[in-house]
């Protein structure tokens, strides 16, 4: 009884798992079977691999055909599996050999002609079959750009199925992968251009030195947005780590840009009010696609006018906050993505918002109304809260040019340097992942500089999660001004920061 097996890839979230394809080729009244949990895109891999090896010159085979996909429980979504099934097909019936597929894995959806198209997912795929021990990888030739990110294994392009089949009879090559162009670089907006504002430049360089969250309160056209934009510019290049983790999401959503296939610069994503719960944090159906907040990893999100998002959509944020990951539950299955942003929010004060508080027309319940959609336990995971002021021609006119994005970039590399050394042996890179027990118990400061805390606790101003959120300030405001520890003033400091009035 003919039968012949092939390797694909399942992926779950941005993990990926390998997936056996086998074909059994036996007698009987032609049929084509397909077993293994597939979807409805799959199951109509039977047709569409049928075509394609026709089209490619190669006879289907006389009988019963039955394909199966290991491991039998586990969902499998999508085309992503037609070249293996192919392959395999054309192995069972002895067409082909099947020693070069042994220890490959093959990535690509057929078109009706033999085409092989490209597909989502080929770096998680790719990231997890080297895992597995496979060194060889066939994948469609529009996506090799992508397959050559992953070091360790041999990738190789393919534009037809009979390229594959030439490619397995050794009468032939297929494309190897070329060398990645240079990025284009687009330079980030300035800090420079912001005018005025000093508190709320210094928040941000305090937010881009520790990682902390940061609301901007204040009204329209005082720098709200410019300020969130420039953000990025100040944060460090993401690790090569770091920078597969953002490109295996951007791979798997499919934003992946071939001309610079390996995300290196903190991602910032902008969604409008009106956005989805499923659209900011993931969702549809079968298996949950990555949302918003996983595109923002390792990066920045920012909500413009946050008020208006809705109760909902904010609070759905909470989890994702203190996790860095968010998990979501569908009916094939659970995923798990990464999420760990920076979330900068900025809100009017009030809904009629007029450039200057004195010309403001609501009544003292409908500013707290507007303010209260912001509840309580989502500013408790905001670190710093800001109040900008209107602009005035003093400020328009102040002595000296604003500071560049260079120069408090380069404090603020050396700010997460001096955090990264000290948090190193445990895992940790800024102070805003570091838990707040470490900080109480192992890192604790004396009594004497924690005493404005102590008190703000004991009058309930300070929540226990917001005294936490405090020290990690403090450590970061140490940081900035290279001290070893947080004194007095940096508790101080931090404190101020916290303050609910801003918001």
């Known amino acids: 009884m003919p039968l012949a097996r092939t390797w694909s890839v399942a992926?779950?979230?941005?993990?990926?798992?390998?997936?056996?394809?086998?074909a059994d080729i036996g007698g009987g009244v032609p049929k084509v079977t397909l077993v293994g949990l597939p979807d409805a895109g799959l199951r109509e891999a039977k047709d569409r691999v049928r075509s394609a090896i026709r089209n490619a010159g190669e006879p289907w085979p006389d009988g019963k055909v039955t394909l199966g996909l290991s491991p039998a429980n586990l969902p499998k979504l999508g085309s992503a599996y037609d070249l293996a099934i192919a392959v395999a097909v054309l192995a069972?019936?002895?067409?082909?050999?099947?020693?070069?597929a042994l220890n490959a894995v093959l990535l690509g959806e057929l078109a009706l002609d033999g085409r092989v198209r490209p597909v989502r997912g080929i770096l998680p795929g790719l990231l997890?079959?080297?895992?597995?021990?496979?060194?060889?990888?066939?994948?469609?030739?529009?996506?090799?750009?992508?397959?050559?990110?992953?070091d360790g294994i041999e990738a190789h392009g393919a534009g037809h199925l009979r390229d594959v089949v030439a490619w397995?009879?050794?009468?032939?090559?297929?494309?190897?992968?070329?060398?990645?162009?240079?990025?284009?670089?687009?330079?980030?907006?300035?800090?420079?251009?912001?005018?005025?504002?000093?508190?709320?430049?210094?928040?941000?360089?305090?937010?881009?030195?520790?990682?902390?969250?940061?609301?901007?309160?204040?009204?329209?056209?005082?720098?709200?947005?410019?300020?969130?934009?420039?953000?990025?510019?100040?944060?460090?290049?993401?690790?090569k780590a770091e920078s597969l983790e953002v490109t295996a999401v951007q791979s798997v959503d499919g934003s992946l840009s071939a001309s610079s296939p390996l995300v290196k610069v903190p991602p910032f994503v902008a969604p409008h009010?009106?956005?989805?719960?499923?659209?900011?944090?993931?969702?549809?159906?079968?298996?949950?696609?990555?949302?918003?907040?996983?595109?923002?990893?390792?990066?920045?999100?920012?909500?413009?006018?946050a008020a208006e998002f809705g109760a909902h959509r904010l609070e759905s944020l909470r989890t994702a906050l203190e996790d860095g990951e968010v998990r979501i539950a569908r009916q094939r299955g659970s995923v798990c993505y990464p999420a760990r942003f920076q979330l900068v929010l900025a809100t009017n004060?009030?809904?009629?918002?007029?450039?200057?508080?004195?010309?403001?027309?609501?009544?003292?319940?409908?500013?707290?109304?507007y303010l209260a959609r912001l509840s309580g336990p989502l500013l408790d995971r905001v670190d710093l809260r800001v109040r900008l002021r209107p602009l005035t021609a003093l400020s328009m006119h102040e002595a000296g040019s604003p500071e560049p994005t260079a120069a408090v970039r380069e404090r603020v590399l050396a700010a997460r340097e001096r955090a990264a050394d000290r948090w190193a042996e445990r895992g940790w890179h800024t102070n805003a992942e570091v838990p707040g027990p470490v900080l109480r118990r192992e890192f604790a400061l004396p009594g004497p500089v924690t005493t404005l805390l102590d008190r703000g606790l004991d009058r309930g101003a300070v929540t226990?999660?917001?005294?936490?959120?405090?020290?990690?300030?403090?450590?970061?405001?140490?940081?900035?001004?290279?001290?070893?520890?947080?004194?007095?003033?940096?508790?101080?400091?931090?404190?101020?920061?916290?303050?609910?009035?801003?918001?």
């Open 464 to 503: 226990a999660r917001g005294a936490d959120r405090c020290l990690r300030i403090a450590w970061t405001l140490a940081d900035l001004a290279g001290l070893g520890r947080p004194q007095a003033e940096q508790v101080a400091s931090a404190l101020e920061f916290r303050d609910r009035r801003a918001a």
């Open 349 to 369: 004060p009030c809904p009629c918002a007029p450039p200057r508080e004195t010309d403001c027309t609501c009544s003292p319940s409908a500013r707290r109304r």
């Open 128 to 150: 997890a079959a080297r895992a597995a021990g496979m060194r060889r990888a066939v994948v469609p030739r529009e996506s090799l750009f992508e397959a050559a990110l992953v």
């Open 273 to 305: 009010h009106s956005v989805s719960v499923a659209a900011l944090i993931g969702g549809g159906s079968g298996l949950a696609a990555p949302g918003l907040i996983s595109k923002a990893h390792r990066g920045v999100l920012f909500l413009d006018e």
């Open 168 to 239: 397995l009879r050794d009468e032939g090559e297929l494309a190897p992968p070329s060398e990645p162009k240079a990025p284009v670089e687009v330079p980030a907006p300035d800090l420079a251009d912001v005018v005025g504002q000093p508190e709320a430049r210094w928040a941000l360089e305090v937010a881009a030195a520790g990682g902390h969250n940061l609301l901007l309160a204040g009204p329209p056209g005082v720098g709200k947005t410019m300020l969130a934009r420039r953000l990025p510019g100040l944060l460090p290049a993401l690790s």
């Open 92 to 100: 069972a019936s002895a067409r082909v050999p099947a020693l070069k």
């Open 11 to 22: 992926l779950l979230g941005i993990d990926g798992k390998p997936v056996e394809v086998e």
